[in-house]
């Protein structure tokens, strides 16, 4: 499509919208201030650089043996830039302390922000933010399926001492690049069979974290996140890190919850919780990704969950208080495409929900007239919000619709297909 017709698709779209009391400049500008943190594991099956013979361990996986894997936090970079190119609007980045970029060989709770300077290098140049992730998981000391809330005091010492390191590379992310880094704890703890001593566990694990956790970091820097999960591969009869501990935790404790998509029964959603968590929570972070039928970390689609989600964060006004994160892994597929379709697809719900005439249905439903609500919601799929959407990649020089795909296919075949 020509330029001339995006714009005049989106003139005609911005005057139907009017119509609706709804300013689609302003959801343009708001769709450019609201930045999605791409995280880096999609690009190498969530492998990362500590060494090549390490396989993927706590019950998460990634299936599927599409060529070309980044297997150097070099071609890693240069595939993200890839993958930049074609999302328009505001980026982060994500990454996990398995991403170091150094020649020595550094044990986990040995890590320093020197072995992440080279991101905060091309952080800078990209001109984004970091967020971070302890690792606890992909680890000879969490073979047993415990890491902070393992019985044995040395396996937690390793990795407390583990949690604390990060939260320094954190702040130092947070320090460069003048935005607080969201660094995200998630264990993998728990128990394949009917487990007898629930509690201890738990206990074992809020005291790790409060040790974890007890040194003040300013929060212009750094930002701690829980993420609780309902089961994973081995470990289906018992998480110790649930929901209800992550809960309690993060509003006991002030640090922000991470409400994963997919760590929940299958007809639970977490657009339902983000309003109630943001009553006890002061900062929630999202892991945005779709499941099927489990955990399974598909890429994000543009689906109902994605649209309700962006529409409970706009809706309530809480773009500042809500990062909101991708956790797809999908090692099936070119993983540069499933970036570009995942991260597209979080920011196409997110324009949908800014162009809602939400005004409207606000007044009908506190006036009972469900009917209008209902009526005003169906018309409003239908709405030319993809003229908008097609005019936001035109304006932020990113390919509009499809055109993006052939580029990644080049670049599959000439960079990809090289390695
Ligand atoms: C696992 C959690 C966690 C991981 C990443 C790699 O179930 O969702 O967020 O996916 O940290
Ligand atoms: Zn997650």
Known sequence: ???????????????RYQALGVDTEEALKKLAQTAISMHCWQGDDVKGFESPD???SGGIQATGNYPGAATTPSQLRTDMEKAFEFIPGKKRMNLHAIYLDTDEKVERDQIEPK????????????NIGLDFNPTLFSHPLADDGFTLSHPDEKVRRFWIDHVKACRKISAYFGKELGTPSVMNIWIPDGMKDQTIDRLAPRERLISALDEAIAEKIDPNYHLDAVESKLFGIGAEAYTVGSNEFYLGYAATRGTALCLDAGHFHPTEVISDKISACSLYVQHLLLHVTRPVRWDSDHVVSFDDETQSIMREIVRNDLQDRVSIGLDFFDASINRIAAWVIGTRNAQKALLKAYLEPYQQLQQAEQAFDYTT???????AHSMPWNAVWDYFCQINDVPVGQAWLPLVKDYEATVLAAR
Do not use: G, N, P
């Not at 499509?1 to 005057?15: F, H, N």
């Not at 072995?115 to 140049?125: D, L, Y």
């Not at 609500?373 to 018309?379: I, K, S, T, V």
């Open 373 to 379: 609500r209902l009526a005003l919601l169906e018309e």
């Open 1 to 15: 499509m020509k330029d001339e017709q995006i714009t005049a698709a989106y003139r005609q779209a911005q005057q």
């Open 115 to 126: 072995h992440f300077a080279s991101w905060v290098e091309w952080a800078k140049e990209q």
């Open 54 to 56: 390490i396989a993927l």
